[in-house]
Every structure is written in structure tokens, then in C-alpha cells.
């Protein structure tokens, strides 16, 4: 089956720290560029980072500059990102999106967002006192 799946979301502390995984089944990860979005209710899905197919290379959203890092395993066919420092507006459900077509972290970081190749199915980050 072909799919992305989420894993780590959870409820934090400020402060905190998490790690977000997305996992690829039924194709080669490495061979796209992926990106993490997050989805607040009544907001648009915003794009937090995203990591390139090829070098690696990456790009980060203003608020998650300096905070969160993008990585991948291609080994394990899958990418990460690390999230520390959280803060109560990181709140939200963390999404993992990949394309084949777009080869730089930054052109997937750029809205529309829906045209992407797979999409997971999310998950919940809490960041609360």
C-alpha cells in the first residue's frame, strides 16, 4: 500500500521537546522532496519546513527557524523533523507531504499546498501549560 504515515505527535510543555517521524510505505522516499505542514482549526494549512529530494537541502518557515530540523533516513525511508523549544502556537496536527516533481525544500513550502503527490493523515502536537 502506498502511503505516508505520521508518528509523535503528543502533549508537551513549553519548552519541550518532540520528534516527528513520517514514514513511506509502497515507494522510494529519497526520490522526493518532503515537507511537514501543520493545520490549525479555522486557519490554512501553513508549511513549517521542508527537505529536498537530492542534497537535502532544506528550508524552514520563519517560526520554526532556529527551532525545528528536517532530516531524512533514506535507509529507513523515512524523514524527521525534531521540534524543541515548543511553543503553545506550534500547537496543531503535523501533516508530511511528498512530491517527485518539486526538487527544492522551498518550492514545496510554497502554497498550493494540495497538488502534492501523497499526503499523510496527520498528526497532533499539543503544546500546552
Known amino acids: 500500500q502506498v502511503q505516508l504515515v505520521e508518528s509523535g505527535g503528543d502533549f508537551v510543555q513549553p519548552g519541550g521537546s518532540l520528534r516527528l517521524s513520517c514514514a513511506a510505505s509502497g515507494f522510494t522516499l529519497r526520490t522526493y522532496t518532503v515537507g511537514w505542514f501543520r493545520q490549525v482549526p479555522g486557519k490554512e494549512r501553513e508549511a513549517v519546513s521542508c527537505i529536498s529530494s537530492g542534497t537535502g537541502g532544506t528550508f524552514y518557515s520563519d517560526s520554526a527557524k532556529g527551532r525545528f530540523t528536517a532530516s531524512r533516513d533514506n535507509a529507513k525511508n523515512m524523514v524527521y523533523l525534531q521540534m524543541n523549544g515548543l511553543k503553545a502556537e506550534d500547537t496543531g496536527v503535523y501533516y508530511c507531504?511528498?512530491?517527485?516533481?518539486?526538487?527544492?525544500?522551498?518550492?514545496?513550502?510554497?502554497?498550493?499546498?494540495?497538488?502534492?503527490?501523497?499526503w499523510g493523515k496527520g498528526t497532533q502536537v499539543t503544546v500546552s501549560s
Open positions: 507531504a511528498a512530491d517527485r516533481m518539486i526538487t527544492t525544500g522551498q518550492a514545496l513550502c510554497t502554497p498550493p499546498f494540495y497538488k502534492y503527490d501523497y
